[in-house]
Antibody, heavy 114, light 110 residues
């Protein structure tokens, strides 16, 4: 059972961050699927989650710019963050679960720079 | 600034015991489960404790969790140099409808 994530690692300000997380060996059912980020040298910040039924919850500070979605046909879920700035530079992790995130992706460093 | 408050750092000698606190309020820890994560530099976090005090399989019983009111505590006994890492608490917040992470605590095993 594992999560494997990918996406563009270098963006310019105002572009849209797009990451995908593939789920291997686990059903989508009965789980929340989450994105968490960690700016360089700083702590963890929850970005948001999508439930297996497609419902979502987002970090209030990012809500206007975030979309998390499921593609059950491909066993994947995705993160889109629009209008990025340097403050969005971070390692982004995908994870399974809400209160107990038992499975994590390897992390993707996304750098926003002009 | 995180809504869940942790000490920035703690330290203890090998073989000793250490506790890490996580303070919240009635919207989060006071009404919801707490989980704890361990993170080594350059790696993804690992779940240590969930539902306040449960350990996933494979986590040694040197790690323990507890909760009282609006605070939670992670305990580590028999400290090893390999326990040196950052530790984070997390809990759902009913008011924000969001998961909150604590600011993290760096454990040094002297």
């Amino acid at each position: 059972v594992k999560l494997q994530q990918w996406g563009a690692g270098l963006l310019k300000p105002s572009e849209t961050l797009s990451l995908t997380c593939a789920v291997y060996g686990s059903s989508f059912n009965n789980y929340y699927w989450s994105w968490i980020r960690q700016p360089p040298g700083k702590g963890l910040e929850w970005v948001g989650e999508v439930n297996y039924d497609g419902s979502t919850n987002y970090n209030p500070s990012l809500k206007s710019r975030v979309t998390i979605s499921l593609d059950t046909s491909k066993n994947q879920f995705s993160l889109k963050l629009s209008s990025v700035t340097a403050a969005d530079t971070a390692v982004y992790f995908c994870a399974r679960g809400r209160n107990s995130k038992t499975l994590w992706g390897q992390g993707t460093l996304v750098t926003v720079s002009s | 600034q995180s809504v869940l408050t942790q000490p920035p750092s703690v330290s203890a000698a090998p073989g000793q015991e250490v506790t890490i606190s996580c303070s919240g309020n009635t919207s989060n820890i006071g009404r919801n489960y707490v989980s704890w994560y361990q993170q080594f530099p350059g790696t993804a976090p690992r779940l240590l404790i969930y539902d306040n005090l449960q350990r996933p399989s494979g986590i040694p019983d040197r790690f323990s969790g507890s909760k009282s009111g609006t605070s939670a505590t992670l305990g580590i006994t028999g400290l090893q140099t390999g326990d040196e890492a950052d530790y984070y608490c997390a809990s759902w917040d009913n008011s924000l409808t969001a998961i909150l992470f604590g600011g993290g605590t760096k454990l040094t095993v002297l």
